[in-house]
């Protein structure tokens, strides 16, 4: 049989687990062929390239932040967007809230290759 005082700190333990993982940040990965991700009709950006819109959620979560990869041949010619490359779109990733990102870029290759995001959310 348990006495009262191991309850009490089985409890407080259970409390301190469960207020430990509340809240930290996790991650999530997310893939997208490229050349799914045009924007239609097409739009100008870069150096004679098309700008590139990817939007990324996680359910119930707030994203704080997105990392970018490319993964294939062609990945030297997809760049996130700057001020000077897109205009209307000065940083790649746009934070809109409610669990919910738009990472801008643009590419001047028509071949296709995997856009790759590791979204962090808490």
């Not at 100008?44 to 707030?62: F, I, Y």
């Not at 932040?65 to 490319?70: A, P």
Request: aromatic share 8%.
């Amino acid at each position: 049989m348990m006495g009262s005082h191991n309850r009490i700190l089985l409890v407080v333990l259970g409390l301190l687990l469960l207020g430990s993982t509340f809240g930290q940040a996790q991650t999530i990965k997310r893939q997208f062929e490229k050349n799914n991700q045009y924007v239609q009709p097409g739009i100008k950006a870069g150096d004679n390239g098309h700008l590139l819109r990817v939007d990324l959620a996680v359910s119930g979560k707030q994203i704080t932040s997105v990392d970018y990869n490319c993964l294939g041949n062609p990945c030297g010619w997809v760049h996130p967007c700057d001020g000077d490359q897109c205009k209307g779109h000065d940083i790649p990733v746009e934070l809109v809230g409610d669990g919910t990102a738009i990472w801008w870029g643009w590419s001047n290759s028509g071949d296709n290759c995997e856009l790759i995001f590791t979204v962090h959310y808490q």
